[in-house]
């Protein structure tokens, strides 16, 4: 059976990728992607060797929250292309999370027979807390008919479709809705090392900014 | 402590074959059972030209890098706050990737905890004509130890 496609027609601005729940985060999962990735980075699989730092546990290694955020996007958009993804990681990732995966439709444009959907996306863990942010560029075909043209080789269906986002007021809020980052559940040395400042951004920007929801 | 003279470093490419095993891995390793990463018919109907490695896949490339050598400071240290990826196309199994490594920021911000040293790597890769296939920026921070 040939996959179903996500046509850029069908996307508006504001839809909601479907919540998707991961199975809890276990030691088996942590060994298996360290193999997957070929780091063995000793805080991510050597149990006394995290204890021996202050940590609790040892602990996940956030890319395996942004490899869920790729799924994500990839169930979602089936057939799309990530073009382009940017992700920051707010909280610690520990053995026993249960993540869940959300993203938004944060805006769409067309131009040149080119056609473009932009994501946020984030996870959430058991706690309702923010571990991980971003946003996703992806490049899909218009339509049935502007992939049927693509593939016996004529040009694409050309509709231009300006960016949504830019035209909506107010735009919607950058961050999702969540709680803002506090420190993880822990003490010392992995307290101080969660709340590492992300690179390209104010320090301000640990906290999403959701203003917005700030008076709630 | 980061190394200051870090800035500009770049590794000499590394060549990395994208096995099917390996994207195999990857994606079960995530609990990620999308066909696509797969089954090649499935993939190929799906528009790509074999099995695809999963968006974050170059993930694994990174190992190529000794973040020691690069930068000073052991993985176990740093603690990775940003990425981003920029693929000019899907990556997939049997795709060959002549990845580099470079070091384009060494610097030190006001933290929440007093100052932290930031050190940003970004990774290319080619592939055996040239092409760009894919870039990545990784931004860590120095972690804070316990006496801190």
New interface residues.
């Given amino acids: 059976m040939p996959p179903r496609k996500l046509y850029f027609e069908n996307v508006r601005v504001g839809d909601e990728l479907p919540a998707m729940a991961k199975a809890a985060i276990d030691r088996v999962q942590l060994a298996r992607y360290a193999a997957a990735t070929n780091d063995y980075n000793p805080l991510n699989v050597d149990e006394p060797a995290a204890k021996a730092v202050g940590m609790p546990s040892v602990v996940a290694p956030s890319t395996l929250a942004l490899g869920f955020l790729g799924q994500l996007v990839t169930d979602w958009a089936r057939g799309g292309q990530v073009k382009k993804s940017q992700a920051r990681f707010t909280r610690m990732l520990w053995p026993g999370d249960t993540l869940v995966c959300k993203g938004r439709v944060s805006d769409r444009w067309g131009e040149g027979g080119r056609y473009y959907v932009e994501l946020d996306v984030w996870a959430e863990n058991q706690k309702g807390e923010l571990v991980v942010r971003g946003t996703v560029l992806l490049k899909a075909f218009y339509s049935f008919e502007d992939e049927t043209r693509f593939r016996t080789g004529q040009p694409p269906l050309i509709v231009t479709v300006p960016r949504q986002a830019t035209l909506a007021a107010p735009p919607p809020a950058k961050a999702p809705p969540s709680r803002e980052p506090e420190l993880p559940p822990t003490k010392a040395a992995a307290g101080k090392a969660a709340k590492g400042t992300p690179a390209r951004t104010p320090a301000k920007a640990s906290k999403p900014a959701k203003s917005p929801k700030k008076g709630r | 402590m980061l190394d200051r003279s870090a800035l500009g470093r770049t590794t000499p490419p590394t060549l990395n074959e994208v096995e099917r095993g390996?994207i195999r891995?990857?994606a079960?390793?995530?609990?990620?059972y999308?066909?696509?990463y797969f089954d090649a018919e499935?993939a190929r109907?799906?528009?790509y030209a074999n099995v695809a490695a999963?968006?974050?896949f170059p993930?694994?490339f990174?190992?190529g890098s000794d973040l020691r050598e690069l930068v000073g400071v052991s993985?176990?240290n740093l603690?990775?706050?940003?990425?981003?990826?920029?693929?000019e196309?899907?990556i997939v199994a049997g795709d060959r990737l002549l990845v580099t490594s470079r070091v384009s920021?060494i610097?030190e911000?006001?933290?929440?905890?007093g100052r932290?040293e930031?050190a940003?790597i970004e990774d290319e890769g080619r592939d055996e004509e040239g092409q760009v296939v894919f870039r990545a920026r990784r931004?860590?921070?120095?972690?804070?130890?316990?006496e801190?």
């Fill in positions: 390996a891995r990857f079960e390793a995530l609990g990620d999308n066909p696509i499935y109907a799906s528009g999963p968006p974050s993930i694994s990174a190992a993985s176990r603690l990775l706050g940003e990425v981003s990826f920029e693929y196309r899907p920021e610097s911000r006001p933290g929440p905890a932290v930031v940003v931004s860590y921070v120095v972690r804070a130890t316990r801190s």
